[in-house]
């Protein structure tokens, strides 16, 4: 049974375009994640849920809507897509406090934005 | 969360151990050392983690220096498959929920 699940694993669109990505896992965790690794490699976080609820927006533009209907659940909405938004994002899930907390990632989704 | 010091790449031979070593000189008490690797096209995946004793799970082990201030990370018989990228990240104890701050990592590459 996969864990973290996204879908699509490919998505290539044309800038301005509206397009959403989609999340689930099936671990039973509170708190779901997105993060964004540009062409440099570079992970960073974008936006944390817990229990629905927004928690973490790390300076992400507006264009960026996060959506969680469910405790399983966190999708990503992009409007108006920018050349810059090319990208693989990681959506991922942890339960708990302290120390174990490990963190499950998704596959990723490869957006490509021409 | 802490800063942490890897080098950008190493390289191993299959089938030896390998040795990936982290520096984190500003580490305090109450921080984890934790480490996630990320396979090539894949989502990174949690491989170990300690405080202050050495950690041995069915991945790796985890050796902690005794001032806290390095530790390595030792994979005792390097396989093809162990080729990745592997990020060190501290995480406080009270971090929770909270996401990880990823550095550059280091990139390992085994060689058939």
């Known amino acids: 049974d996969t864990a973290v699940s996204q879908t699509p694993k490919y998505l290539v669109t044309q800038m301005g375009n509206d397009k959403s990505i989609k999340c689930e896992q099936n671990?039973?965790?509170?708190?779901m994640y997105w993060y964004k690794q540009d062409s440099k490699k570079f992970l960073k976080i974008m936006f944390s849920?817990?229990?629905?609820?927004?928690?973490i927006n790390e300076t992400v533009p507006n264009r960026f809507s996060p959506k969680s209907p469910d405790k399983a659940h966190l999708n990503l909405h992009i409007n108006s897509l920018e050349l810059g938004d090319s990208a693989v994002y990681f959506c991922?899930?942890?339960?708990?406090?302290?120390?174990?907390?490990?963190?499950?990632f998704g596959p990723g989704t490869r957006l490509t934005v021409l | 969360d802490a800063k942490t010091t890897q080098p950008n790449s190493m390289e191993s031979n299959e089938e030896e151990p390998v040795h990936l070593p982290c520096n984190h000189s500003?580490?305090?008490?109450?921080?984890?050392i934790h480490w996630y690797r990320q396979l090539p096209s894949q989502g990174p995946e949690y491989v170990i983690h300690?405080?202050?004793s050495n950690v041995n799970n069915r991945m790796a082990s985890l050796a902690i220096a005794e001032d806290r201030k390095s530790s390595t990370l030792i994979l005792h018989r390097a396989t093809l498959r162990d080729a990745a990228v592997y990020y060190c990240?501290?995480?406080?104890?009270?971090?929770?929920?909270?996401?990880?701050?990823f550095g550059k990592g280091t990139r390992l590459s085994v060689i058939a």
């Open positions: 300690g405080l202050t």
């Open positions: 991922a899930s942890s339960q708990g406090y302290g120390m174990n907390n490990e963190q499950f």
């Open positions: 500003t580490i305090s008490g109450t921080d984890y």
């Open positions: 849920y817990n229990n629905k609820e927004l928690i």
């Open positions: 671990l039973g965790h509170d708190t």
């Open positions: 990240i501290l995480r406080d104890l009270d971090s929770g929920n909270t996401p990880l701050v």
